[in-house]
């Protein structure tokens, strides 16, 4: 992990293992996702209106829509924090 938009649950330097194979947004579960050529560890949530939103504990929080270059990887199972 880099970067400190989600401190102090998962901090720069700690090292997040995902599943790759749980891709299904189940909401407040911290994600994997790639947007453009950026990989991001994101809190997801579905909206009603089928928007997902997508939290930072600081930073601005923000919208996937369907016309963005979006991938969910997977799902965060386990951080190990950093020493």
Same mark, same amino acid.
């Given at each position: 992990?880099? !970067?400190?938009?989600?401190? +102090? =649950?998962?901090? #720069? !330097? #700690? %090292?997040?293992? %995902?599943?790759?194979?749980?891709?299904?947004?189940?909401? !407040?579960?911290?994600? /994997?996702?790639?947007?453009?050529? &950026? /990989?991001? $560890?994101?809190? @997801?949530?579905?909206?009603? #209106? !089928?928007?997902?939103? %997508? =939290?930072?504990?600081?930073? /601005?929080? =923000?919208?996937?829509? +369907? =016309?963005?270059? %979006? &991938? $969910? @990887?997977?799902?965060?199972?386990?951080?190990?924090?950093?020493?």
């Amino acid at each position: 992990m880099r !970067g400190n938009s989600q401190s +102090p =649950e998962i901090n #720069d !330097g #700690d %090292v997040v293992l %995902v599943n790759t194979a749980q891709k299904q947004v189940i909401d !407040g579960k911290y994600y /994997a996702i790639r947007i453009g050529q &950026e /990989a991001r $560890i994101k809190k @997801l949530f579905r909206q009603l #209106d !089928g928007k997902v939103r %997508v =939290e930072s504990l600081n930073a /601005a929080t =923000e919208f996937l829509t +369907p =016309e963005m270059d %979006v &991938e $969910i @990887l997977g799902v965060v199972v386990q951080c190990s924090k950093k020493f």
